[in-house]
């Protein structure tokens, strides 16, 4: 093993601009434009809904290779032409999704549209036979959520996908693994946050900011960590209380601008989970990391884990075990090196200790540039100069997924289930802070179940129309 007492930073970032440029020569560096694919090998996708994160999506499916962009649509031109250039492949253009969904060539759709359509247009690609993901939250309302139970039910052949990105993590698996095996002991808290400062600024039309067409803070940041809760824990809450709050940002928007929610679970676990606009530091991971992540607590030791900004910054997670704790009793299965595509650090102490991929582990097959990196790097990890990151994106993997599934008929571990839980937990967040009450969630049983299609029909074309000239005047229109 090489002696590090000389070793700087310096030399670890020399050594890994070589190896970089060692994959670079190689040919392993991603090109600007999805290259041509072999059509039997891929499933042909359009994509509905080309804005913010239709065009992210777009950016990183450009990495994806079993996948091959057929059709794009936007109801705005400049959208839809940004979004064919992006991706390359010269893909027919529609302004009518309809029409993308009658195009036979395409199998799959991936919708990023505003959240009130996610439901009527992931209906109608169901209906039309298409392999579906759609971008969380799935669902806005309470009648949607009985709505696609229902109709997925209908469709058990097809995979219908949600866009909760971190349940495709590396270390998102693994501090589940962890908590699984016991490594935490009995886990009792989870405390999340997304903090931004400033939050959403108005800039002409943003629908996020209407609750006509938004669930605010709740749908577009805690669902992500909400659904991390009721993974970890292995079930949506029993019940949520909450306070929010409209105080800053009083420029005509009607979604708060800060929500402090928590939620109990069965077995008294508690998510305790904060969201605020006027202010983005993040007290995990020793400050390295802005706005979002969370803190998984148990009796034997603590996680704290925070999925980046899959551009600048990728997953990450640190573990803290407990000085004091005497026994962590593994509640399943054996104690040891989890083994969900990557291990822990296993020497104990106060500091935290970065999680380790795979990607990070010495194997015989490493060239002597790798081997090198690898050991530099595990020794920064264990003097906390930098943590462990994740090599792919989780956008990248949980895309591969949904087109690996549409091919061999998996199942997706973003599931509609999974999709419908976090839903039903964001409405019943925003429901328990407008109302000032202790909402349980077995009360969305009743809520919207008698909902007829014929109304909801007419809601949404109303909502819709608002939505476009409001879109059109750059102004909220009332619905
Ligand atoms: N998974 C994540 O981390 C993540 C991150 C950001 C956004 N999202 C989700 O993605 C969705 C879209 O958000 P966004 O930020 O891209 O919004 P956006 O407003 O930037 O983009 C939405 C696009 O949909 C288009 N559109 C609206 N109605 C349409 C219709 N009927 N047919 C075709 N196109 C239509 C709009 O013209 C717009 O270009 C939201 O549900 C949001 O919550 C998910």
Excluded at 18 to 43: L, R
Excluded at 74 to 96: E, F, M, V
Excluded at 173 to 197: P, Y
């Amino acid at each position: 093993m090489p002696d590090f007492q000389d070793i700087t930073r310096r030399d670890v970032i020399k050594t890994a601009a070589a190896a970089g440029a060692v994959a670079a020569v190689a040919g392993f560096e991603a090109p600007g434009i999805q290259t041509v694919k072999a059509a039997n090998d891929t499933i042909a996708y359009g994509v509905i809904g080309t804005g913010g994160r239709g065009s992210y999506l777009l950016k990183h499916l450009l990495n994806v290779s079993n996948g091959r962009c057929v059709a794009v649509c936007d109801i705005q031109q400049d959208k839809l032409d940004r979004a064919a250039d992006i991706i390359g492949t010269n893909p027919a253009k529609y302004k009518d999704y309809r029409e993308l969904l009658a195009d036979k060539n395409v199998e799959a759709v991936i919708i990023a549209v505003p959240l009130f359509a996610h439901f009527p247009v992931t209906r109608d690609a169901l209906d039309a036979g298409k392999q579906t993901f759609c971008e969380k939250s799935i669902v806005f309302t309470p009648y949607e959520v009985h709505a696609l139970r229902a109709l997925a039910a209908q469709h058990p052949k097809q995979v219908l996908q949600v866009g909760l990105q971190r349940r495709y993590s590396k270390f998102y698996a693994l501090a589940k693994e962890m908590v699984d095996k016991g490594m935490l002991g009995d886990v009792t808290h989870i405390h999340a946050q997304w903090h931004r400062n400033p939050g959403w600024v108005m800039n002409g039309f943003n629908w996020r900011l209407y609750r006509d067409y938004s669930g605010g803070l709740a749908a577009e940041l805690a669902s992500h960590q909400i659904d991390v809760a009721d993974w970890i824990f292995g079930s949506g809450p029993e019940y949520v209380i909450g306070v929010g709050g409209l105080d800053t940002w009083k420029d005509g928007r009607d979604v708060y601008d800060n929500i402090q929610l928590i939620y109990k679970y069965p077995k008294n676990q508690k998510l305790v989970y904060s969201s605020i606009t006027t202010n983005a530091h993040l007290p995990y991971l020793g400050g390295t990391r802005p706005e979002f992540g969370e803190l998984i607590m148990g009796t034997g030791a603590a996680l704290e884990i925070t999925v980046g900004d899959g551009q600048s910054t990728m997953p990450t997670g640190l573990w803290y075990k407990e000085p004091h704790h005497v026994a962590a009793k593994p509640a399943g299965g054996k104690e040891g090196a989890a083994a969900a595509g990557a291990s822990y650090a296993l020497t104990a102490g106060s500091k935290g200790l970065p999680l380790l991929l795979d990607s990070d582990q010495i194997s015989g097959d490493d060239g002597f540039l790798t081997r090198e990196m690898k050991f530099a790097r595990r020794w920064l990890y264990s003097k906390g100069v930098m943590t462990s990151d994740e090599d792919v994106n989780p956008v990248e993997t949980e895309l591969t997924a949904f087109f690996n599934d549409a091919k061999t008929g998996g199942h997706p571990k973003a599931d509609v289930e999974v999709g419908l839980r976090d839903s039903t937990a964001v409405i019943l967040s925003n429901l328990c802070m407008q109302e000032e009450r202790r909402v349980y969630f077995n009360e969305i049983d009743k809520m919207g179940a008698d909902g007829k299609p014929d109304q909801y029909a007419a809601d949404f074309a109303k909502r819709d129309a608002s939505y476009r000239q409001s879109l059109a005047n750059k102004k909220k229109v009332n619905a």
